[in-house]
C-alpha cells in the first residue's frame, strides 16, 4: 500500500528534544519533520540538519515561536506588533537552511481591537512575512483557525480573501481537520481550493472539547477524516500531511489524565503514523454533486 507523504509536528511530541523526535520519527516510518522553533538549538541548526538528512526526514511545516502576527492565546509574546514582525522575519531565514515545505504563519486574535486597525496590522504583517520569505526562498502558509482559538481568518475562502488584499499571492493555505472540520461548506471549500494548500495538519476532535489543547489522534474523535482525505485525493491534492497533537498535561492550565503527552515520544509517534494510515486506508470520495 503506498500512502501520501506524512510528516509528523514537533508539538505531537512536545516533551521530546529534537534528537529525540528525529529518532523516533523515522523509527515510526515518517517521511518528514514538522520543525518548531522552540525545539531548534540556537547554534546547531547544521547538526540538526545534518542528523534530518540521516534519517530521510524532510522539514515540513515550520513553526516559528513567534507565528502569529499579533498576539493569540499560544503565542502571547512579545505584545509589541512591530517586534513580533521583526522575530517572524528571523524565524523564516533560521528555517530557511532545512528547505522546508512551508513557514507557518497566523493572523493573531481580535481580542477587543479596532477592527480596521487590526486588519491593517495583519495585512502589513504578512506582506513582510511574505518578503522575508521570498528573500529567504521558502514558502509561507497562512492558516486559518477556528474563532475560539483566536483568528481573522476562520475558512479558506476568508484566508484566501486576506491573501488577495495583502497582495501577497504566492502565499499558500495550511488547513488544519481540528480547525475545519466543520466549517460551513466545509467540504466543498476544500474541493475548491485544494490546490491553494501547502500542506494539511492531521488530528481529530473530541466531543464535547476541552480547549484548544485536547486534540486527538485521527479516527479518534467526531471528525470525519476519511472524506476530508477523500475529497483531497479527489481534488489532486498530492502534498504533505503533517500530524499535530495537542493534549494538554498541565502545561497550559489543564493536566488532562488521558492527556497523550503522557505517552513516550516512540509509542505517540508509532501511534500517529498508524492511525492516520489507518484513516487513509477509509477515505471515500466526496457524495456526487447534483445541479
Known amino acids: 500500500m503506498s500512502y501520501p507523504k506524512l510528516s509528523i509536528s514537533q508539538c505531537t511530541t512536545y516533551l521530546a528534544d529534537i534528537r529525540e523526535d528525529i529518532s523516533v520519527y523515522r523509527a515510526a516510518g515518517a517521511d518528514g519533520i514538522g520543525l518548531w522553533e522552540f525545539k531548534l538549538p540556537r547554534g546547531q541548526e547544521a547538526a540538526v540538519g545534518e542528523l534530518m538528512a540521516e534519517a530521510g526526514l524532510r522539514a515540513t511545516l515550520c513553526v516559528p515561536e513567534v507565528a502569529s502576527i499579533v498576539p493569540d492565546p499560544f503565542f502571547t509574546e512579545p505584545r509589541d506588533h512591530r517586534q513580533r514582525r521583526a522575530a517572524l522575519r528571523a524565524a523564516i531565514h533560521r528555517f530557511a537552511p532545512f528547505d522546508p515545505v512551508a513557514v507557518m504563519v497566523l493572523t493573531g486574535a481580535p481580542d477587543g481591537r479596532d477592527p480596521a486597525e487590526l486588519r491593517r496590522i495583519v495585512v502589513e504583517g504578512l506582506r513582510a512575512a511574505a518578503d522575508a520569505a521570498g528573500e529567504a526562498g521558502v514558502t509561507l502558509g497562512l492558516e486559518p483557525l477556528r474563532r475560539t482559538s483566536g483568528t481573522l481568518v476562520t475558512t479558506l475562502p476568508e484566508t484566501l480573501e486576506l491573501i488577495e488584499e495583502a497582495g501577497v499571492p504566492e502565499v499558500r493555505v495550511i488547513y488544519d481537520v481540528w480547525h475545519l472540520w466543520d466549517a460551513p461548506n466545509g467540504l466543498d471549500d476544500l474541493r475548491r481550493y485544494a490546490d491553494r494548500l501547502i500542506g494539511v495538519q492531521v488530528n481529530d476532535y473530541r466531543e464535547p472539547t476541552r480547549s484548544w489543547c485536547d486534540r486527538l489522534l485521527?479516527?479518534?474523535?467526531?471528525?470525519?477524516?476519511?472524506?476530508?482525505?477523500?475529497?483531497?485525493?479527489?481534488?489532486?491534492?498530492?502534498?504533505?500531511?503533517?500530524?499535530?497533537?495537542?493534549?494538554?498535561?498541565?502545561?497550559?492550565?489543564?493536566?488532562?489524565?488521558?492527556?497523550?503527552?503522557?505517552?513516550?515520544?516512540?509509542?505517540?509517534?508509532?501511534?500517529?503514523?498508524?492511525?492516520?494510515?489507518?484513516?487513509?486506508?477509509?477515505?471515500?470520495?466526496?457524495?456526487?454533486?447534483?445541479?
Not at 230 to 254: C, K, M, N, P, Q
Not at 267 to 285: C, G, H, I, K, N
Open 218 to 291: 485521527p479516527g479518534d474523535g467526531r471528525a470525519d477524516v476519511p472524506a476530508i482525505f477523500g475529497t483531497l485525493e479527489a481534488a489532486g491534492y498530492d502534498g504533505w500531511y503533517d500530524v499535530e497533537i495537542f493534549s494538554d498535561d498541565g502545561r497550559f492550565g489543564h493536566a488532562y489524565p488521558d492527556s497523550l503527552w503522557k505517552l513516550p515520544a516512540e509509542e505517540l509517534a508509532r501511534r500517529a503514523v498508524t492511525s492516520f494510515r489507518r484513516q487513509w486506508d477509509a477515505r471515500r470520495p466526496p457524495r456526487p454533486r447534483f445541479t
